[in-house]
């Protein structure tokens, strides 16, 4: 079954401080990947996705098939950053999104 | 133009009670999805309506839960004999339908039972 895992449920880091947050996935195709980002009291929200290839407010994310991973990546954190990210996969057009169970950020300043 | 709106946005029910949580989805969109996102389980998928096909239910945890989707708009998810492990925040999101599209998301409703 598809699956996607953030193994950190925290992240904590300084401000100005590179931040990688994790995201694997099980699938042996060829899917789309998002990450998707929820910021205090706000709707939950698209971050980029795979497709795109595009950096969002200084953050990246590539694919890596071989280690099946979607790491996502910004080289200094802002405090703004602090926010709940979700990782997450579509496997074909037309089909569910599978979410991780997300990581929480904490920009200390 | 209006986003994703679910109603209500609070609600507080005893345990054994039936549901409705409402999602009205951004216009045209033909895909609906239903999550439910609890503390420290991240968003758990429930269920995915795409335009006429068989919807997929997969994400359902029991037979308690169901929903509708009613003219390819308007969708209702209903918890039928509530139990305290329901509480959660239940999330609605809608899309194009249009390949791997972006989803947009309702604000959720929060549901209690006590």
């Known amino acids: 079954a598809q699956r996607v895992t953030q193994p950190e449920k925290l992240l904590s880091v300084f401000k100005g401080a590179p931040v990688e947050l994790k995201c694997n996935y099980s699938?042996?195709?060829?899917?789309?990947l998002f990450w998707y980002v929820q910021y205090s009291r706000q709707r939950l929200q698209l971050l980029l996705r795979?497709?795109s290839r595009e950096s969002i407010k200084g953050f990246t994310a590539d694919l890596n098939k071989g280690e099946t991973s979607f790491h996502l990546k910004k080289p200094f954190a802002q405090e703004e950053d602090s926010a709940m990210y979700y990782c997450?996969?579509?496997?074909?057009?037309?089909?569910?999104?599978?979410f991780g169970s997300g990581t929480r950020l904490s920009i200390r300043p | 133009g209006a986003g994703v709106s679910q109603s209500p946005s609070n609600k507080v029910t005893e345990k054994g009670k039936d549901v409705e949580l409402r999602c009205d989805p951004i216009?045209?969109?033909?895909?609906l999805y239903w999550y439910r996102q609890s503390l420290g389980q991240g968003l758990e998928f429930l269920i995915y309506?795409?335009?006429?096909?068989?919807?997929?239910k997969s994400g359902l945890p029991s037979d308690r839960f169901s929903a509708e989707r009613t003219g390819g708009s308007v969708s209702t998810l209903t918890i039928q004999r509530t139990q305290q492990e329901d509480s959660a925040v239940y999330l609605c999101?809608?899309?194009?339908?249009?390949?791997?599209?972006?989803?947009?998301f309702g604000p959720g409703t929060r549901l209690t039972v006590l």
């Open positions: 795979h497709i």
């Open positions: 699938y042996s195709g060829s899917p789309e």
């Open positions: 999101a809608s899309s194009s339908g249009v390949g791997t599209d972006t989803q947009y």
């Open positions: 216009s045209g969109h033909t895909a």
């Open positions: 997450a996969l579509q496997y074909s057009s037309a089909s569910k999104i599978i």
């Open positions: 309506f795409q335009g006429n096909s068989a919807p997929d």
